[in-house]
């Protein structure tokens, strides 16, 4: 179904198989109209399981979150070495309207926004966002040493392409497709005419 | 309070005396945590002629936002001509951390994260983010004009800036302070080096 499957090709404890539901769950309803038993709809062994596990919904959002994050972890997500490649498949990813993995995209803006008030959402963005600019640095620093990139300093830049990146993801879900595809044509002129030497 | 409240110093009305209810008990409480109960709370006349009025939180939001983004068209924000630092003016508006501001911002992003899911959330936010757009394109217009930047699309390049918003807003609500100031340290060095000719 979406990209996203194959992180539960081996869902086989009851609480992969949990945290599967959740995220079918969130992809269909967003997190707003989420309830466990939305959730529990989505699980194959039982319904009231779902209580037996989690108190609600949240709960069990923070396991899915640490669980992406843990799998985003193990993953080797670019196909090229070419730092002006890798940067342009990483823009392409978080550009794209993928109608498989629509549903997700909006749940991950919703999730993102109860950042804003949950101390334990925010713990686990800041830590998949310190890995994100920790991965896009060093594709950058790489860039910067074997002379394709100007002399940045890969942490900044990295930030300002997250940062654009937060942007963009949510751009693509709650802004018009005219104002998300010229953002992306102009981000990708910054990396080919400002960033490459 | 807070910056926005010059917004409410003609609310005579009781709608516009609503519709502040709702900015107060939203800037407190977020928008997930929002009831109707709560708005009436801030609601000096009565409690109960809050649900005489409207349905739900999200019909009471929509002219919320829908004041604010009349509001916005009646504004003046920017204090010089230059068009440099007109960008460096805004780039401070969207990053910095008002702490009377604060709750309202992290509704915000609540808010815009709605849009993914809700319509006419997504309307009034693709209208006011034309507006937003078309004021960046004009500064940049003119820049490009005066010789004070080099030659860029200024619809492209507004697109850009616009989404870097979104992103450098939603960051400062929800991401790490350092990631923040960096990804502004950089937005600004853009503007300096890049597009300044």
Redesign the interface.
């Known amino acids: 179904m979406s990209e996203t499957d194959h992180f539960f090709d081996d869902a086989t404890s009851t609480r992969e198989q949990l945290i599967q539901a959740a995220y079918y769950a969130l992809s269909e309803h967003?997190?707003?109209?989420l309830t466990l038993e939305k959730i529990g709809e989505e699980f194959e062994k039982s319904t009231s399981l779902v209580y037996h596990h989690y108190d609600g919904k949240d709960a069990l959002m923070v396991e899915l979150l640490e669980y992406l994050l843990q799998q985003f972890k193990s993953d080797v997500p670019l196909s090229t070495r070419d730092p002006t490649a890798q940067l342009h498949e990483v823009i392409d990813h978080v550009y794209s309207s993928d109608e498989e993995s629509v549903g997700f995209d909006?749940?991950l803006?919703?999730l993102?926004?109860?950042?804003?008030?949950n101390e334990e959402f925010?713990d686990l963005?800041?830590r998949t966002?310190?890995l994100v600019?920790h991965q896009l640095a060093q594709i950058i620093s790489a860039g910067v040493e074997d002379g394709t990139f100007v002399d940045v300093?890969p942490?900044?830049?990295a930030?300002?392409l997250?940062?654009?990146?937060?942007?963009?993801h949510?751009?693509k879900?709650?802004?018009?497709a005219?104002?998300?595809a010229?953002?992306k044509?102009?981000?990708e002129?910054?990396v080919d005419d400002?960033l490459v030497d």
């Open positions: 967003g997190y707003s109209n909006r749940a803006v919703e993102r926004a109860q950042a804003a008030h925010r963005f800041e966002d310190a600019q300093d942490d900044q830049t930030a300002a997250f940062v654009n990146f937060i942007g963009g949510t751009a879900c709650t802004a018009d005219e104002t998300t010229a953002a044509a102009e981000l002129r910054f400002v």
